[in-house]
């Protein structure tokens, strides 16, 4: 086991991960009578996400191996949702929508920059859209699993995740780029007689807070650090969710482990009153659905009396309707 996983184990029992921070009125964030809140976001992009991945020498090979990874997770995942009555909120590349499409001329182009996790230095953000369909190009369109999510007995909520997977962040994003990836996601997901109102960041690029709050979105995700806290207020009906923990498979650590450490957590957030702000990404390693989240959504079902287990979406229309 490397080193990193044996720290993170020991700081977790010790509790130092996540650091717990409680307070005295946490009546105003979560409702009687239950005594946390337990939210799941998944980042769903297929391909969108790593085709330029700059830890990987073959980028887009790498993208399209976890898009085809992804697609045969969400059928299972979304099963398991549905045994143990779990929702997620989806927060979706905009692309996604779409059944086919000739690229997209009347997008503005990404500037070539520098991030954490992806450099852009080409000059065509879309070289990689495939221009093609759902048949020929499942990595890249995914009308079928949105379908399949929509149909679930399950009350899951839509968000957004960009239309192409983009770095949002004030400095290397123009604020009309921002703008039209939110106006073609909601365009599309009109279509569907959906609105959009959760947001996540790709790859937690924040910025841009107030043209979300102008689109009509009610939260976003941060991963400063792992975090049984409380949704911060940045008015005008925006909330910042800050993650508990992500859900993934780690080398070093059993399913065993996994599943034992989650229900920890969820734990720590009813003995604390705080909320518990749980992601993924749905490319993840098999070895979750199968091994570590049945245990964990499980424990979840057998406590729902004082879990609250919502979407983003419902939670934030709580929290605006709660704070005046
Ligand atoms: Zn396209
Ligand atoms: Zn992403």
Request: aromatic share 12%.
């Amino acid at each position: 086991m490397s080193l990193k996983s044996q720290l993170s184990k020991i700081n977790f029992w010790l509790g130092r991960t996540p650091q717990v921070l409680k307070v005295p009125d946490f009546r105003k964030f979560i409702p009687s009578p239950f005594k946390t809140i337990v939210l799941f976001s998944a980042d769903f992009e297929l391909a969108w996400a790593p085709r330029y991945d700059k830890q990987n020498d073959r980028p887009l090979e790498y993208a399209l191996r976890l898009a085809k990874q992804e697609r045969k997770n969400i059928p299972e995942i979304l099963e398991l949702c549905d045994k143990y009555g779990i929702p997620i909120t989806w927060a979706t590349v905009g692309h996604l929508f779409l059944d086919q499409c000739d690229k997209h001329p009347e997008m503005p182009q990404v500037p070539k920059y520098q991030g954490r996790y992806w450099d852009f230095s080409g000059t065509d953000w879309y070289e990689y859209d495939p221009a093609s369909d759902l048949k020929h190009a499942p990595e890249w369109y995914a009308p079928d699993l949105l379908k399949l999510i929509l149909d679930s007995e399950t009350p899951h909520e839509i968000g957004c995740h960009t239309f192409s997977h983009i770095d949002c962040r004030d400095e290397v994003c123009p604020e009309e780029l921002l703008q039209a990836e939110l106006n073609a996601c909601q365009s599309v997901a009109s279509d569907w007689q959906l609105s959009l109102k959760s947001f996540v960041h790709p790859g937690h690029t924040i910025g841009h807070l107030n043209s979300l709050k102008n689109a009509g979105f009610t939260s976003f995700r941060t991963d400063y650090r792992n975090l049984l806290g409380y949704p911060k207020n940045h008015g005008g009906g925006l909330w910042e969710l800050q993650q508990t923990a992500e859900i993934q498979y780690r080398q070093g650590w059993s399913s065993e482990y996994h599943a034992k450490r989650y229900i920890e957590i969820i734990k720590r957030a009813i003995s604390s009153n705080t909320v518990c702000v749980f992601w993924f990404h749905p490319s993840f390693d098999p070895r979750v659905t199968r091994e570590i989240l049945p245990e964990v959504l499980d424990f979840l079902d057998n406590h729902r009396q004082e879990i609250w287990i919502t979407t983003h979406g419902r939670y934030c229309d709580f929290l605006n309707q709660n704070q005046n």
